[in-house]
């Protein structure tokens, strides 16, 4: 019986670590991601040493300002490909996040979003239907995938403006660029 107890208590105190992530970054993450829709590139960006700031413009749009700072920011870039030889044919989507310097598993849901100022991007020549936008619907979560990868998985609804990306569920290898 004691031997049983000595294992289960062996097995939990070497798996606590399993779920803490606790990666500090040293430089900039990119990566090109996997799950893209077809005519487009998608990247994932983690920028450490930063802060993220969302301020209105003249006409009270939302515009992000990234300055130098004690948070890692989350980057998300979906960008559709474009027909050649076509003026104002670009098409941008971008999810922004601002996570804590030591990346940590996080869950959060609706208005918790803006904890971390999760905000989605539209930049294209559309008419009145562009800009910055705060998510306060949807999901938003960060785990532990791997010895030293994370699980990125938003899922979230805009209201404002169409949207293409409205789930984004990535794995970022933090390999070269992390320390424990």
């Given at each position: 019986?004691?031997?049983?107890?000595?294992?289960?208590?062996?097995?939990?105190?070497?798996?606590?670590?399993?779920?803490?992530?606790?990666?500090?970054?040293?430089?900039?993450?990119?990566?090109?991601?996997?799950?893209?829709?077809?005519?487009?590139?998608?990247?994932?960006?983690l920028i450490p040493n930063k802060s993220l700031e969302f301020k209105k413009d003249g006409i009270g749009a939302l515009y992000p300002v990234i300055t130098e700072g004690d948070k890692t920011i989350l980057k998300y870039t979906f960008n559709k490909?474009?027909?050649?030889?076509?003026?104002?044919?670009?098409?941008?989507?971008?999810?922004?996040?601002?996570?804590?310097?030591?990346?940590?598993?996080?869950?959060?849901?609706?208005?918790?979003?803006?904890?971390?100022?999760?905000?989605?991007?539209?930049?294209?020549?559309?008419?009145?239907?562009?800009?910055?936008?705060?998510?306060?619907?949807?999901?938003?979560?960060?785990?532990?995938?791997?010895?030293?990868?994370?699980?990125?998985?938003?899922?979230?609804?805009?209201?404002?403006?169409?949207?293409?990306?409205?789930?984004?569920?990535?794995?970022?290898?933090?390999?070269?660029?992390?320390?424990?």
């Open positions: 019986m004691k031997n049983i107890w000595l294992l289960i208590t062996v097995l939990l105190v070497s798996c606590k670590p399993c779920q803490n992530i606790d990666y500090n970054l040293k430089e900039a993450v990119l990566i090109k991601t996997a799950n893209c829709p077809d005519n487009a590139e998608c990247s994932v960006e490909n474009t027909i050649p030889n076509t003026q104002d044919g670009s098409y941008t989507e971008v999810v922004f996040a601002e996570l804590d310097k030591t990346i940590t598993h996080v869950s959060l849901t609706s208005k918790e979003l803006q904890t971390v100022k999760l905000h989605f991007g539209r930049l294209c020549y559309c008419k009145g239907q562009t800009g910055y936008y705060p998510i306060t619907n949807g999901n938003f979560n960060i785990k532990k995938s791997g010895k030293k990868s994370i699980e990125i998985t938003i899922d979230f609804k805009i209201s404002e403006v169409p949207q293409i990306i409205s789930k984004i569920n990535e794995i970022v290898s933090l390999k070269s660029n992390a320390t424990n």
